[in-house]
T-cell receptor, first 113, second 114 residues
């Protein structure tokens, strides 16, 4: 079955880059997502990548995928205090006839001014 | 385009009671998924409805049920509430077909069981 793991906490200084890591276990072709959750709010989809890609960049966000190690990372450049939130990675494999999304435990990002 | 709305936002219930939560998806979206979020268990998938049919279900007891109406609005019901049901309940809407499967989440309903 699918299992998605993340470290629980990351602290960075404002202006530095943040790197949030995630590992997944499904061996099928899969979509991988990054979501952001601010306090008291639902999840906001930030970006996604398909498992045949190595990298995807979207403004300050860079997603890197190491397929061999099943390791996914989200890099946030020039981290701001507004980036403080919980970040979830999620996996949606293509196998099976239905959409099944498994979320990681979430990484709490603290940005120090 | 209006986002996903959930009502009520906050709810306090007593053990043994039942509760109904509502979710209105983004216009044009036919899929609604429900998740339970707790500090201990994280985000856990409850079920997904597509075109009024449940097409996917997580590992929750039968006390948790749901339905979807012809306008894609969905409700979930929890009967015989237990203290452990205290959680943030999130719904997410999507087009429901094809990939990538982009889900858009509502703000959640915070349920407290006393």
């Amino acid at each position: 079955g699918e299992d998605v793991e993340q470290s629980l906490f990351l602290s960075v200084r404002e202006g530095d880059s943040s790197v949030i890591n995630c590992t997944y276990t499904d061996s099928s072709s899969t979509y991988l997502y990054w979501y952001k959750q601010e306090p008291g709010a639902g999840l906001q989809l930030l970006t996604y990548i398909f498992s045949n890609m190595d990298m995807k960049q979207d403004q300050r966000l860079t997603v890197l995928l190491n397929k061999k190690d099943k390791h996914l990372s989200l890099r946030i450049a020039d981290t701001q205090t507004g980036d403080s939130a919980i970040y979830f990675c999620a996996e949606n494999p293509l196998s099976g006839g239905y959409q099944k999304v498994t979320f990681g435990t979430g990484t709490k990002l603290q940005v120090i001014p | 385009k209006a986002g996903v709305t959930q009502t009520p936002r906050y709810l306090i219930k007593t053990r043994g009671q039942q509760v109904t939560l509502s979710c209105s998806p983004i216009s044009g979206h036919r899929s609604v998924s429900w998740y339970q979020q707790t500090p201990g268990q994280g985000l856990q998938f409850l079920f997904e409805y597509f075109s009024e049919t449940q097409r996917n279900k997580g590992n929750f007891p039968g006390r948790f049920s749901g339905r979807q109406f012809s306008n894609s609005r969905s409700e979930m019901n929890v009967s015989t509430l237990e203290l452990g049901d205290s959680a943030l309940y999130l719904c997410a809407s999507s087009l429901g077909s094809g990939r990538p499967y982009e889900q858009y989440f509502g703000p959640g309903t915070r349920l407290t069981v006393t």
